[in-house]
Structure formats: structure tokens, C-alpha cells
């Protein structure tokens, strides 16, 4: 694994596409529902305890928050959609500032969508992949909580996830992750290293 992502560190947040960090060459940006284990798999994938926060009260930050692994490559956590405790104007305002983010920010190269597994992909989740695709970006889905079912029911899930998306247009991979049983680290790694450690 490369020593880079065990030595991420805060580097700020950014309420909107003016504030993002200009040097930064490539940026891989992490999305999905509230309570997704966004925060979990950030701090999974960096080998720390508490560098993103987790939170059972999840939903509070409208900003993206971003990790640094070195000067010209970051990690970005994005505000997990659809916590119903957001005020309506606030999400819709936020959505367009998503949109503007996704699709102006140069220095994005992937995608990394987090679907809790016992969920499906709803439809928010395949409106992110659909645009995704619009924008040429490839993503990653990573069906989180793997650990909540039994290796059978996790492998079937992902079957279903990787059907559906065999229709969609988009560059996606999909596989099984757990921030709580470490599965799954090693295929994000090696995406995250073709996405984020190599020439565009
Ligand atoms: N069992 C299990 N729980 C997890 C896992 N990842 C996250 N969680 C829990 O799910 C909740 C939401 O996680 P968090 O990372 O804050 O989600 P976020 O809102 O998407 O950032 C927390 O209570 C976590 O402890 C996992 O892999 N397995
Ligand atoms: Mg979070």
C-alpha cells in the first residue's frame, strides 16, 4: 500500500467550489447518503482513528471537507445527502453547489460512492452515478457495512449492485467494503492509486 494515505492529514473545508485549495492536481472526492460510513471508510482507508469524524448524529456539515496526502493529492469527504433534519432550501442549495463542484473542479479524477449494503442503490445514489458519467469521472461504489450480513446474502448484494450497473454508462467499479472488518481496503487502494498517483 502506498505510505501516502497512512500520513493524510486536515487540510481545510471548503463551503463551496471558490473556496477549494488551488494547487492540488488530483482529488479524489467521497459521496453518499448520510450514516453511509463516509467518515469510517475515510479514516479506514488512512489507517487513523479519528481523521474524518464519525457520528451517529450524522448529517451536520454542508462542506467538503479535505484530507491531504501530499501537496498535489487530496481526499475530499462531501456532505452526506439525504438527512431528512437538513431544512429543504439548505439541501437544494447545496445540490447545486455539489453540481458546480462535480463538474468545474479540475483536479477531480474519481469518484468514491458509498452505499450502506443493506440498502439498494436508491435513487440519489444512481442520479450521482448517471452524473458521474454525464462528467466522464469514474466511480467506485463501495457497499459498506459488509459485516452486517452473512458472507452470502454480501456476495449477493453485490451481484445485484454490479447488474444494475452493467447498464449504466458510467466507469464503475463496485465492491464489498467494511471499515469495521477491513474488507475491501486493498481494491479502494488500488483504484484510489490509478486515480490519484498516476498521470490524467
Ligand atoms: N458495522 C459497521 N458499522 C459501520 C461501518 N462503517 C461505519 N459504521 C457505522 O455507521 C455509522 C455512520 O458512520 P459514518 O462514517 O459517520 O457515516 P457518514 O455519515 O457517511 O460519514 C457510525 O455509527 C459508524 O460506526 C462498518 O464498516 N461496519
Ligand atoms: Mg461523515
Known amino acids: 500500500m502506498n505510505p501516502l494515505y497512512h500520513r493524510a492529514t486536515f487540510l481545510l473545508s471548503a463551503p463551496n467550489l471558490k473556496t477549494t485549495p488551488e494547487d492540488v492536481e488530483y ?9 453511509a460510513g463516509k467518515s469510517s471508510a475515510i479514516n479506514t482507508l488512512t489507517n487513523q482513528r479519528s481523521l474524518a ?21 487530496c481526499l475530499v469527504d462531501l456532505p452526506g445527502y439525504g438527512y431528512a433534519k437538513v431544512p429543504r432550501d439548505i439541501q437544494i442549495k447545496w445540490q447545486k453547489e455539489l453540481e458546480r463542484y462535480l463538474e468545474k473542479r479540475k483536479a477531480l479524477n474519481g469518484l468514491v460512492l458509498l452505499v450502506d449494503i443493506r440498502r439498494n ?9 448517471d452524473y458521474a458519467a454525464h462528467l466522464n469521472l469514474d466511480v467506485y461504489v463501495a457497499l459498506t ?10 456476495k449477493n448484494a453485490l451481484f445485484a449492485a454490479q447488474k444494475l450497473l452493467k447498464e449504466s454508462t458510467a466507469k464503475v467499479q463496485v465492491e464489498l467494503f467494511s471499515s469495521l472488518k477491513k474488507q475491501g481496503i486493498e ?12 498521470e490524467k
Request: with cysteine; proline share 2%; hydrophobic share 35%.
Open 27 to 35: 482529488e479524489v472526492a467521497f459521496a453518499g447518503r448520510s450514516n
Open 145 to 154: 457495512k459488509s459485516d452486517k450480513l452473512n458472507r452470502n446474502a454480501a
Open 121 to 129: 442503490l436508491a435513487e440519489y445514489d444512481m442520479q450521482m452515478i
Open 53 to 73: 469524524r464519525t457520528s451517529k448524529t450524522p448529517g451536520r456539515t454542508q462542506q467538503m471537507v479535505y484530507f491531504q496526502l501530499d501537496e498535489q493529492r
Open 187 to 198: 481494491e479502494i487502494h488500488c483504484w484510489l492509486d490509478a486515480h490519484l498517483m498516476t
